[in-house]
């Protein structure tokens, strides 16, 4: 069974830092790429980060340079530092295991971050 439990969200103020952590358990990380996606409110889910199999990242222009997204092969754990937070960072945040054989996506529960002084 795959879950995908994430922790790390909170409340903090503009230009302030957050780590995200999302602990895996039933896969396998060379086989599934990882990423962090987000969701504000009225508004659809979509990709902030992830990290492909053999450690290339990808992020969002909106993101990019403010975020930093790593992958512990090992302990079964990807993080999302993010840095200089935005209010418009303001979201529930996911993670996402993308299998590469089977296609499948798993996501975790979400954990809310919210940027507001």
């Known amino acids: 069974q795959v879950q995908l439990v994430e922790s790390g969200g909170g409340l903090v103020q503009p230009g302030g830092s957050l780590r995200l952590s999302c602990a895996a358990s039933?896969?396998?990380?060379?086989?599934?790429?990882m990423g962090w996606y987000r969701q504000a409110p009225g508004k659809q889910r979509e990709l902030v980060a992830r990290?492909?199999?053999?450690?290339?990242?990808n992020y969002a222009d909106s993101v990019e340079g403010r975020f930093t997204i790593s992958s512990d092969n090992v302990k079964n754990t990807v993080n999302l530092q993010m840095t200089s937070l935005e209010r418009e960072d303001t979201a529930v945040y996911y993670c996402?295991?993308?299998?590469?054989?089977?296609?499948?996506?798993?996501w975790g529960q979400g954990t809310q971050v919210t940027v507001s002084s």
């Open positions: 996402n295991a993308h299998g590469l054989m089977t296609t499948i996506d798993h």
């Open positions: 990290i492909f199999v053999g450690g290339r990242p």
């Open positions: 039933g896969i396998n990380f060379r086989f599934y790429d």
